[in-house]
């Protein structure tokens, strides 16, 4: 459905996550205020399937959704942006969601999630076929936040992990650590290793390291050797860094760390913050796209930062920007002019 | 904070039961179509209360909401009204939900519940003070809604119908049967008839009197004379009768068995319809007013069809109408004129 | 500004009157639930100039406004449709309001006039110098509510009448009797009756002959009769007819009694209205369309009624639609087609 | 992406047409007094691909749109109700558009188009192989709006016509006969006989048979009698009857001459619509539908005409419903109801 | 209604002052652009009730309103946020109100009033109960705008106080002043020094101290020392100190002078503002809280500045935070950060 | 209509140039992501037009506009600010228009236009008698747009030159240059020099002089000298000078060479920017109105400056600000005060 990337490619990325209804505050309005609340559907997996079939490649999202309209309003907000939506399930539990309201200058946004006993949460084991899904795949990409969920949902992505092995798809892995979950008798530690132990691309950060594999350092470079040695499949690890001024103004940048060099991106300023939800998984999309088209680890590197900071300017969780937009953006060309 | 109504009285309703955030979509948009939802905070006991206040007369809900701000919200929703807020407990779980699609002609209005496992839900034995609540109370009322949620509300239902009942307080129950509740392995038919025998005052279809208590009739009179019968306490049963032409044109009147002859109310034709949801609430608050203000059956009646009449021309479950304008529409004056 | 009627004429036309802010609530919402108010400027005088401007006449509104933004957005308000407001005078008091709940179904509209000690109000004898304004008129239109507001705009409203009947100007009143209005210490019978001696035009229900002149008669028809006799100058009394079957649904037709015979428009059958508030307004403009550019009276009546009943489906006081629009719903042409 | 179909059939429909920007006025509002217009994309033909991919077929739809953002959401909205768009074409040229006024009680809806030189009208021949599109589909359709356009569609369509008759694809032609439009130098007598004669299955008015075959009848019957024996390719002719009371109510039923008898289907008394623009082609959706799963005759017209009726409560050109919902209006079930 | 705080306290407030509608533009429109007005009922006394009771508090709110559904709306407005209304009296008069359009970059935000002749204004000496109103309180808020309204409030402000100071409540004074008000014949300095003799805590500013007192200094510390000093019951003066860099980026911070000491809270650099209406009203609230709780003078002080920034960030005149939101901002925590 | 300018002139002005229809997005939206266009008529020589008739100045703007409602709908947007209309031609063909998506952060702002084929680019030559257009107006302002469009449109604005020179009209050039405009087969330096020949004041940054007339500069200052020289009859050369930090985000000044000096004016830094599209017509805006009411070189400048900055704080293209506020932003008066 897009054809009109600058440099479409053939490449397939396949994505398995659980999609929730967002349910955003107008404007600056607070929870206690809201007459309304303005809907999106997104997921951290969804959001770079999304982006990638965005960049031009060929995406396709596996989840499980209730069998009503609100299920299929959620695969509808997939599909709308190429994503192919053939591998999801529909059953009889209820949507996840969250609540978010957005923050304004020195007061922070905040979310309310109620996502227990979702459609998602109650996968059983064995539910997709990974193989078929897999197949000609060139890339499958995770979070944390899956095996967080439920026994279910950590049995089934390590099934696809082994699939995804087995196929010779290359594995990313965004390790996003969430205190509240892990509520099903799992703990991160119990759970992550064995996932990290098949994945080629992990994105976390410093602490992320810390909670799912117990392993730290006196700086990122130290915590990200040590982690390369405790899981040999690891390639890369990459990062953002985030300093928040306001819940308006941030700056960002991007790390790298591949083995041999820790590499960092351009760092952005971000003053009149649109959006921040969703800025991780645009940055990760980046990586996906940088390093599925063979860009080098700095270019894969920039172009991931950019499409992170873009992302701040884009309502939704989804990043809403082109190959030739972030591109752009890491040349400096254009920024803040009026494109006629 | 009513001191507005043309005769405030200084009689007391309590109400109790689940609130939910409901979630509709704005104007004609279907589920699948929705930007956006419409909030309301709104339950069929908390309706009652709402209505009542706007009667003048004092009212308190009593109820469990999640200890954040979507919990706080509900509650100010209540407290705008003059609703007492007092006695509002607020703990760790999630808010119910339900998210509503407004109907347009011959397309129906449809409901996605959303409300298991709510804060509610799990009220624990003993959690209110019934004593303390009901000391000086007129009347409480309940709806069949309660006990089919969980184990905890059905007892701490029947706690309070006890109390109630010790203090000399009038019980009304609205029966409304809901095939989609009754989850926890108990069913209407083991629970309600406990409920019924404390009960003073009865709203109740003739299906809700079969599904409920077993109890059959040739007609509404019959149904209503047999469970006058197994129920020597309920003293009055009382029904809208609803024609539905389409979503946007329906026509209601009320009923009434006083245990000696079935009354009826005026007719209204309901073309253009606004919004549907909580007309049997309205319909149930303007009966107790009128039976807590010593009004005839007949001008209760009247007066409670109006309710309801007047009810489906305002957003939003609760019924905002005062007593001056419900009489009004009683004696058919001023109906649709121009009011300088 | 309206050089696209298919029949400009080169009469012009001079109102007379307070232009106020309205403030509405959003669709059905009722006074106590409004997160908003729709704005709108408008005056029943000022809505004819501009009902007449849409349809190629030359219509100029003299009023006075208060010197700040609101005074200048009522008076953009008017010149946007082509009004002249070159005599508009802008002074130091408050720009006079009212608050619209749009009523549905079985509730009626409701009006909350703060009109009081207005720049208009404020009017100073001799504030306009009419010889000037009317210079090239051909019609003066007023209403009764312009007298009822304060000694000085019944004074100014005088001396118009005096100078439009010196000048040879057509002149038109809209008798509209307000009982809120009228509180400087004049009644209607104190005021009303000069003016109406000078008024070539009079629109006017039984009730407000009644109220303003004490005529009354066994039928509308009669009370004309007796009200020509009393007001030799007086040459023909119309009203509309209006049956509320509720605020969504009317039925409306036109009366005009040109002296000689009763005539009766065509009635309209007004279901879904949309905003009902100025179609007076439009059935006046209509008249004076018809009269100023030849019709006979018959054809005259039935362009007012067509004018009003198509008033019912547009938002705000003004009445958008131009004369091949009236002229179609006369004919009975292409009503509920969808036009290419 | 619509597996939620109670009976999803695995058959293809490729439909071919152009997909403008609709921009309509919100709610009453008039073209002058718009503050913002309503965002859709849509057209007859793709009308039809929403509704069969929602009725659970394969759609894919063919066009051509312009290579910007506006193509791309034009793209985007196909595709989010599972309508298969990698068949479309981008290019240089603008995205025709038209602008729509919603009418209200007596006052019409009003269309203005601005759709010449668009992408589509520059569609060029050979632009699409149609060969390959077509592989293993089972339907196509088109409308007289196609060849209206330019002589590059009309020509195109041609070509399409040829090979789904080559391939044995069934074809529906919706003649649609539109004024406006004829503008390249070729009238609809010139061309739409020889589409006419490779179509299986028509939808045509009388006047639509007069206007593009010039063939009359004293009535629908004897025009299809006549259009069956110049047209030997002709099955089967249908067509909506409609009632226009106002724009806030119609009636509407649906015919189908099969060559041996007129059936009817049972009539829809339309009160409260909310959009009527799409209906025809909602009403041809429910024909397609109803012949490729191999309806009766009757079932397939009862079908397509309940499907008719739905969408005029459904705002937006697409008619967002499902085969159990269109199948419960058939029977009268729920209509009106609340659905919990 | 706020037992949700950390550390609700039974201490109990009183305000006394008038509620207006105010009427904003929306988003950055201007008021000649203004479409719609955005509704909220504020008033500086009632936004200090409002925020101490989101702080835990108890908070009684006195004022006047109009017997219409405007007045009513008002209470609800305050009643919402757990104010206690009971005291409100309702008259035959108009609501004040103001319109407000918010100023954007180097664009000022404008006000222009509307209060005239309000409800509020036409107090009736005696007319509220102050024996029984602050029977049990422990703090009386009143405001410099007040007594500039009418001699009856002016009247009626001197009665509470004196009552306050017989019943042993604290006493705090927002002097405030308004040159466009004080136009019923006595000037600030005729009333405000009585007034003030009476109070136990102020916030002035430095021109607030000239312009009501006529005492003047070299610098603020200067003139509060001689305000002390002739006002003994004054125990301390607090202000905030703001720098406006444009309408969007202020900077603030706020001063106590305790007779001792000048203190300085931290200064908050604003930028992004949402709506600054309110902000001196939040670090009012923030004193009062402090106070009656019991905080240090510094802890008070920082509090009441976090109280005023935060303001900054909220939608409406009334300081929507919790007692832990402004204590995190006082410690600097998760400011800007995405709390899950 | 602006009798409340401080000091209203006689002066009148004559705008020539295409109105479209500008159709932009909502808040941050992408286009990809719009649900709806918020409407504003707007072009660059009109946009000059409205400021002036805000500034107290006569102004009438000459266009050509289809003969529907959206062409009546954009001359009613410039008679709602005084714009006299009365010189607009009608016709039959389409109102050019644009899409607009505001850009945000270091996202860029990007419009898509559709314009050709207009009624203005149809105008016919001899469609304005500029005679009677031109009689007693002291200025005449055009932009390098206009002879862009069509051949019609640079014949028809030569005579309009060639007019307003033997009237003695003071003649104003922006020279605007448009990359994507010029498609009739002429380019810019094939027309512009003739026009530029006939004009006093020429705005033209340093790359539009060297784009239309091929002259180069060391710097600004030395591109203006060759011009002058070249041009004998330009007497002032202008131009704004922006630097985008972003898109939220820009500093601007002005510059104006008098034939002995380069001014330049102050700079404003713009955070927070609301809308940039039409700022440079509001600095032309200031211009004109600076050297028409005759104020000096350098306060000319300032004023146009201010009035540039002044416009990104407002919506839409029409610079809504009156000599007063853009007088006080000069000053450095009030800047993000709350004015009362």
Known sequence: MQPLSEDPTE?????FGEVMLRLSTVGHTRFTQA?????????AEANVAVSCSLFGLRAAHVTRFP??????????ALARFGVDTRHIHYGDERLGLYFLENGSMQRSSRIIYDRFDSAFANIRPGEFDWDTILAGADWFHYTGITPAISQGAADEL?????AARKAGVQISGDINY?????????????IMPELIALTDFVVAGQTDIENCCGITGRNYEEACQRMMKEFPAVRKIASTERTSVSSS??????????????LKSKEFDLTHI???IGA??????GLVFGFVTGRTDQDALEFAAAACAWKHSVDGDFNIGSVAEINALVQGENVGKLLR
Chains 1, 2, 3, 4, 5, 6 share one sequence.
């Open 67 to 76: 069998d009503h309209d609100l299920g299929r309003a959620a695969t509808q």
């Open 158 to 162: 390590m099934k696809a992990l082994e």
């Open 280 to 285: 991780g998984d645009a940055f990760m999309a």
């Open 274 to 276: 649109v959006d921040r």
């Open 249 to 262: 103004h941030n700056r960002i940048c991007g790390m790298l760390w591949n083995g041999k060099a820790l």
């Open 11 to 15: 490449k397939t990325v396949i994505t």
């Open 178 to 190: 969430r205190r509240n979950l892990w509520q099903y008798g799992k703990s991160a530690r119990d």
């Open 35 to 43: 007459q309304q609340f303005v809907v999106n559907y997104a997921g």
